[in-house]
Each structure stands twice: as structure tokens, then as C-alpha cells.
């Protein structure tokens, strides 16, 4: 039975969860803003303590591993990459949006498209069945009235996600199914469990989040001296 250690910070919400042979054991949920350096290794060490263990008890890390936030990446994969490393575990990356796939797997439709939100009317997004696979490349999509007409023809679509709100009053297609969520550790423990028992690690030494986009950084308008 693997003991994985799973932890999400694509998305607002940061999230860390302890599985165990896919089964969720104890999580953690904060949705505080711009603190996911200050709180995910707190939010492990609380998991952990929460069972009695320690990292080294653990068989796997595994993380969500974009597309989303930079900043939310840059520090989820980095906490991640240290726990394996100090462990000697494997690590174990999963899509964000096929996290929240799962998440949709259960709701009726004939396609689920996880959102995740971009900028303005922007989104990272993919088509997927709705038994959770992936049917089209991940791309960051600029949302008109017109997008995803095929599938909406053939029935009910569920758009969920941070960026499927938004999305509500362009995609006005009766077939159109909108749910706010957010990308879960405890919703990647099926997953992580099934990359744990066909052994799809990544290389510690080389592995980057999915970020889809490069960083753009901005310069402030205000007077600064």
C-alpha cells in the first residue's frame, strides 16, 4: 500500500493532502491570498503531525504541476522537489486541470472542460471525457461566444474551475454547465496513485512545472520616488 504525500498550488486555494492506496487519510485547505510560500511547508508538517508520521514515512510526493499561477508553481514544485529529495522518494506530477476532471467525473455531461483562470477572459483549459480523459492539447484559450460549439452540440458540458465563472455570461449555450472549483491535493490522490503503481516518476534534477505560458512581470504606474 503507497503512502503519498500530495500537495496543489496552481490556483488561490493551496491544498495539501496524505493518501493512502488512493484513499485520502487527512488534508488541509487555505484560500488566503499570495501566501502559498509562507504556508505549504506548515500545511505538510500539520498533515503529517495530524497521523503521527514524518515525510520519510511516506512513499511518494506528489505534486499539481500547472498549468496556473507562477508564483503558486514555482513554490508548490520546489516544496515538493525538497521533500522527495531529503526523503530519497519519487515524485509524482499530475496535471492540474486533470485533477479538476476528476473532480467532474461523477457530475452528468458528455464533456467535462476544467478552466483555470488566465487574464480577462482567458483561460488554461482542455477537453476532456467524461470519464476524466484527456481528448485535446492543454492551451491558454481566450473565451468567446463561440467556444467549444462542437461540444456543447453534442450535450450537456460541464465548464468547471477558478475560471469557469467568468465564462458564464459569453458561453450562453443551453447545454452549458458552469461550477467554481478549484484543482485539490485530496482530489489527485486516485491519480497519484495510479502514476505510483505504473511507476510514472519525474527526474528531481530536471523537472519543471507546467506553466504554458512564460512569466510576464509588470512595471507599476505609480510614482515610485
Request: proline share 6%; charged share 20%.
Given at each position: ?63 499539481g504541476k500547472g498549468p ?6 514555482r513554490v ?150
Amino acid at each position: 500500500m503507497a503512502l503519498i504525500l500530495l500537495l496543489e498550488t496552481s490556483t488561490a486555494k493551496l491544498s495539501v493532502a496524505l493518501a493512502r492506496d488512493g484513499k485520502v487519510i487527512a488534508s488541509r485547505e487555505c484560500s488566503e491570498p499570495r501566501l502559498q510560500a509562507s504556508l505549504t511547508a506548515p500545511l505538510v508538517k500539520e498533515v503529517l503531525d495530524s497521523q503521527g508520521l514524518k515525510v520519510t514515512d511516506c512513499d511518494a510526493v506528489a505534486v499539481g504541476k500547472g498549468p496556473g499561477s507562477y508564483t503558486g508553481l514555482r513554490v508548490g514544485v520546489s516544496t515538493a522537489k525538497g521533500l522527495a529529495f531529503g526523503a530519497g522518494l519519487p515524485l509524482i506530477a499530475i496535471g492540474s486541470l486533470d485533477v479538476l476532471a476528476a473532480e467532474a467525473a461523477a457530475m452528468p455531461g458528455s464533456h467535462i472542460i476544467p478552466m483555470i483562470d488566465a487574464r480577462r477572459m482567458e483561460v488554461y483549459t482542455a477537453v476532456f471525457s467524461p470519464d476524466g480523459k484527456q481528448l485535446t492539447p492543454v492551451e491558454a484559450k481566450i473565451i468567446g461566444p463561440d467556444s467549444f460549439a462542437d461540444e456543447l452540440a453534442a450535450g450537456p458540458v460541464v465548464f468547471i474551475g477558478d475560471g469557469a465563472l467568468k465564462c458564464r455570461e459569453v458561453i450562453t449555450h443551453p447545454n452549458a454547465r458552469f461550477v467554481e472549483a478549484w484543482p485539490l491535493a485530496a482530489h489527485m490522490a486516485p491519480l497519484a496513485q495510479a502514476a505510483w503503481e505504473e511507476k510514472r516518476f519525474e527526474d528531481l534534477a530536471y523537472f519543471e512545472p507546467f506553466y504554458l505560458k512564460d512569466f510576464v512581470a509588470t512595471v507599476s504606474r505609480k510614482n515610485l520616488f
